[in-house]
């Protein structure tokens, strides 16, 4: 795989209208760092404390699962309201107004008392969560058409790394005892203030390959290729969604390390995210895109096999750690290829990737819960097993469709 199947054409291709001072391009990336930071603790706070919520609600593993469809299913309905508002209004004002409401949506979590309320609340939760996921990918890409080089996966590092912040937050301030309420609304205001101290300094418009950027109505042309990185990027949806709301609760149940221990997976998980993705824009423009996506479903199949067959604080903790390790890049690459495309604004390509990618992100987490309530929750993660290797095959698929 050569570097042209990601930044070799950027030269060739890009077209960087005028629209922007270059000078002012480290100044949006650090805005878009902060952000994707910021997003990063929000879902991390509520990841950490979904033991918790279960514990106060007197939830089975069948009806947590249930519940926590609500979230994905909010983040499919935004997809299209999403990609047409930003169309409208821009990346710019569409993402400054849904880090306002995130994390407003996160204290609702905290006030839901009973199990449609939670729903409810995660529902909205889901649809303003990936409103802010597509505005921050389209700015994302832009920002990257102007370095002109493969930076998008150092934005989702920084994702990471506020969820590894989150993550050790939620463990320290749940065993002292904090309510999820107060642990809630401490975030709101952080968020909120600062939001408001940055909000002029965010991208005033996108920038994109090929043509200028239009508003309105704008057409997808659907593409084998674009179809192959919604299906790899479904994968690692699915992997995260399990990752996100089931690490904590299998090292609670089956791991059983101890009160203060159950949230280690998730911050193994989180922190072995945070370092591949630091570092993931290096490996895709040294190695190429689909040599990083084999190597990531690898990582992913034998990690999950390795926290399943040996559910101990330290072996479990490594192969979750191993599954952080393969999901790191694959969102952020598929991202931005689909970012990229020549034939769909930014917005539209990521948006038809988000389409497929987040029927995983939907369908896993419940899906574990009901396994778990059948079966057990070892056996309701394994299937997370095939995932990695099927993102390994699509991979190999994804080289064959570009000829290398």
């Not at 649809?127 to 002109?148: D, K, T």
């Not at 939907?362 to 309701?380: R, T, Y």
């Amino acid at each position: 795989m050569s570097r042209q199947f990601l930044v070799g054409s950027f030269i060739e291709q890009a077209r960087v209208s005028a629209l922007l001072p270059q000078t002012a391009r480290s100044s949006y990336r650090a805005v878009l760092l902060v952000f994707f930071f910021l997003t990063g603790v929000v879902f991390a706070s509520w990841a950490t404390r979904i033991p918790d919520i279960k514990l106060a609600l007197g939830l089975s593993d069948a009806a947590l699962g249930g519940i926590l469809f609500g979230a994905p299913f909010g983040e499919l309905v935004a997809i299209v309201p999403s990609a047409w508002l930003i169309g409208r209004i821009h990346t710019r004002r569409t993402l400054l107004l849904s880090m306002t409401l995130l994390p407003i949506c996160l204290v609702l979590l905290s006030l839901a008392p009973g199990r449609w309320q939670l729903f409810a609340a995660l529902f909205c939760f889901g649809f303003v969560y990936n409103m802010n996921n597509i505005a921050l990918n389209a700015q994302a890409v832009g920002v990257e058409v102007l370095y002109r080089r493969s930076i998008i996966a150092t934005f989702h590092g920084m994702w990471s790394l506020g969820g590894v912040v989150g993550g050790i937050i939620g463990a320290f301030v749940a065993p002292m005892g904090i309510s999820v309420q107060a642990h809630f609304i401490s975030i709101l205001i952080l968020c909120l203030v600062i939001v408001a101290a940055l909000q002029k300094a965010v991208m005033p418009r996108e920038v994109r390959f090929g043509r200028p950027q239009t508003t309105g109505r704008q057409k997808l042309k659907f593409t084998p290729f674009l179809f192959v990185l919604g299906f790899i990027a479904l994968g690692s949806m699915a992997t995260e969604g399990a990752m996100y709301d089931w690490s904590a609760v299998y090292f609670a149940q089956v791991v059983r390390p101890g009160e203060e221990y159950i949230r280690f997976g998730y911050l193994s998980c989180m922190t072995c995210m945070v370092c591949v993705r630091l570092l993931a824009d290096r490996l895709v423009n040294r190695f190429g895109a689909a040599p990083v996506l084999q190597g990531s479903g690898l990582f992913i199949a034998c990690g999950m096999t390795l926290a399943l067959t040996q559910p101990t604080l330290l072996p479990a903790m490594a192969g979750l750690g191993m599954v952080g390790f393969g999901m790191a890049s694959i969102v952020p690459l598929c991202y931005s290829l689909a970012g990229r495309s020549k034939d769909n604004p930014a917005q539209v390509g990521i948006s038809f990737v988000s389409s497929i990618s987040f029927f995983g992100f939907l369908a896993c987490p419940p899906m574990v819960g009901f396994l778990s309530h059948l079966f057990d929750l070892s056996w309701a993660l394994s299937p997370i097993i095939l995932v990695g290797a099927a993102v390994f095959l699509l991979s190999r698929l994804l080289m064959r469709l570009h000829g290398e």
